[in-house]
Each structure stands twice: as structure tokens, then as C-alpha cells.
């Protein structure tokens, strides 16, 4: 019974953290485009 919670939580903790990576490199990408027109 553990297991299957455990692989659960596994399941939608690399889910979500794929998405949170995602918004994480977005953000920093922009980020980066925002200190090169500021740069200009």
C-alpha cells in the first residue's frame, strides 16, 4: 500500500518539478533579455 503512494507522489513530484524547471527557465531567460536591453 506504501508503494503505491509512494509512486503517486513520485509520479506527480517530477511532474510538477518539470514544470517549475520550465517557468524557472523562462523566467531566467527573460530575466537575461531584460539586462541586455538595459545594457543598450
Excluded: C, F, P, Q
Aim: net charge positive; charged share 25%.
Amino acid at each position: 500500500m506504501y508503494i503505491v503512494i509512494y509512486l503517486l507522489l513520485a509520479l506527480t513530484i517530477s511532474y510538477y518539478g518539470k514544470r517549475i524547471i520550465n517557468l524557472l527557465i523562462d523566467i531566467l531567460e527573460t530575466l537575461e533579455r531584460i539586462e541586455k536591453n538595459h545594457r543598450k
